[in-house]
């Protein structure tokens, strides 16, 4: 739901802009895989906007309303000013509060301190195997793209989720979100990590 939201935005902001500026903008492709401490980004060479899904989670109206405005501001602003222009400079903040009628900020003040990680589970023909895949190819998968064993050539099918909270003391700790990197990530001892949440449904033939 939370990508529906944001693509509906970014299509209300290009079609603002465009009637502002009384020109064309081409809307850019959304992806949302981005991770870490940011809450999004813009490309501008690539028409390309990247968003933290894990933020819109807890943030979303504020989210939607805010940081996609300020990712696009990030593309517009060039095509009318010029690429030499200061990334927050008075022209991006024109493009905020002239057109998308957004206050201007450089920085989001979203909580870094408890983040949740999600892996999918899925199964194939081979005996006791589980193959966890990452929320983007679950989301293909559950649109209709086939993922298959490089071992049995089996379809990939869904059994449960996992979900894994992760508190952090501090900002300085995020980095330990690559938890589920196959190569150990070593965390602060005041900084443990919690696995609450196993869901597990498993899909009948």
């Known amino acids: 739901m939370s990508y529906e939201i944001i693509t509906k935005r970014v299509r209300e902001l290009i079609y603002r802009a465009s009637c502002h500026y009384d020109m064309p903008f081409s809307p850019p492709k959304v992806l949302i895989d981005?991770?870490?401490?940011?809450?999004g980004q813009a490309i501008y060479e690539d028409n390309l906007l990247r968003f933290n899904m894990e933020f819109c989670r807890f943030n979303q109206s504020h989210f939607v309303h805010?940081?996609?405005a300020h990712e696009i501001a990030h593309l517009?602003?060039?095509?009318?000013y010029g690429l030499s222009i200061p990334?927050?400079?008075?022209?991006?903040?024109?493009?905020?509060?002239?057109v998308f009628q957004v206050n201007p900020t450089s920085h989001h003040d979203y909580d870094l301190r408890q983040s949740r990680l999600y892996r999918f589970i899925y199964g194939c023909r081979c005996p006791q195997k589980e193959t966890p895949l990452s929320v983007i190819r679950h989301n293909r998968q559950q649109?209709?793209?086939?993922?298959?064993?490089?071992?049995?050539?089996?379809?990939?099918?869904?059994l449960y989720e996992e979900t894994r909270y992760l508190t952090f003391p501090d900002r300085t700790a995020?980095?330990?979100t690559g938890a589920f990197n196959t190569?150990?990530?070593?965390?602060?001892?005041s900084c443990p990590e919690r696995l609450l949440l196993r869901r597990k449904t498993i899909l009948p033939e």
């Open 143 to 158: 649109r209709g793209i086939a993922y298959f064993c490089a071992d049995c050539g089996g379809k990939m099918k869904f």
């Open 174 to 176: 995020r980095l330990a």
């Open 76 to 80: 517009i602003a060039p095509k009318i």
């Open 66 to 68: 805010n940081i996609v």
């Open 183 to 189: 190569s150990p990530l070593k965390m602060p001892d």
């Open 34 to 39: 981005l991770t870490g401490a940011d809450a």
């Open 87 to 98: 990334a927050h400079g008075q022209e991006w903040q024109e493009v905020m509060r002239t």
